[in-house]
T-cell receptor, first 113, second 112 residues
């Protein structure tokens, strides 16, 4: 069965700290991977996506993620977080030929000033 | 370019009632997908519409149904509402079935 796992449910960091949020997927075929962010009171927004090619993808607001096929992982990173990064982050996967995005349960990031 | 819009923003219904939620897709997008997001969880896929036909369905009962119109806007209908249907309902549109999905602000449904 297709699944996406996010093991960090709640992360608290101070401003300027580095961030890494874990995402692991379980799929039988070729998969496209996404990170979405949901800021307080706002809708889900696309941070970045991986379809193919360079496994290191860069997104908006200084975020990046690395697709490691051997580890079935797509971790999100940012070298220095800001208070405005406080939000809920969702990893999602879409198997080629399927219709449904499968989401992880989300990681709530709280950045303290 | 107009993004995905949804209406209404909030809705309160009682158990057993029926509800219709609406979604307008982003300009240039012909595919609409619907998701249910329960509190504290990630969105769960309900179904997708492409060219006015249901194009894929998640693990939701038949009382969840939908429509897509020629202008690619869409409706989600839920009959015989249950308390567990209380959730945020998200609509997402994409250029085709396999491309990136862009989400609307959602409709928060409360069933009493």
């Amino acid at each position: 069965a297709q699944s996406v796992s996010q093991h960090n449910h709640h992360v608290i960091l101070s401003e300027a700290a580095s961030l890494e949020l874990g995402c692991n997927y379980s799929y039988g075929g070729t998969v496209n991977l996404f990170w979405y962010v949901q800021y307080p009171g706002q809708h889900l927004q696309l941070l970045l996506k991986y379809f193919s090619g360079d496994p290191l993808v860069k997104g908006i607001k200084g975020f990046e993620a690395e697709f490691i096929k051997s580890k079935f992982s797509f971790n999100l990173r940012k070298p220095s977080v800001q208070w405005s990064d406080t939000a809920e982050y969702f990893c999602a996967g879409l198997v080629t030929g399927r219709r449904a995005l499968t989401f992880g349960s989300g990681t709530r990031l709280q950045v303290q000033p | 370019e107009t993004g995905v819009t949804q209406s209404p923003t909030h809705l309160i219904k009682t158990r057993g009632q029926q509800v219709t939620l609406r979604c307008s897709s982003q300009s240039g997008h012909n595919t609409v997908s619907w998701y249910q997001q329960a509190l504290g969880q990630g969105p769960q896929f309900i179904f997708q519409y492409y060219r006015e036909e249901e194009n894929g369905r998640g693990n939701f009962p038949p009382r969840f149904s939908g429509l897509q119109f020629p202008n690619y806007s869409s409706e989600l209908n839920v009959n015989a509402l249950e308390l567990d249907d209380s959730a945020l309902y998200l609509c997402a549109s994409s250029r085709t079935e396999q491309e990136t999905q862009y989400f609307g602000p959602g409709t928060r449904l409360l069933v009493l």
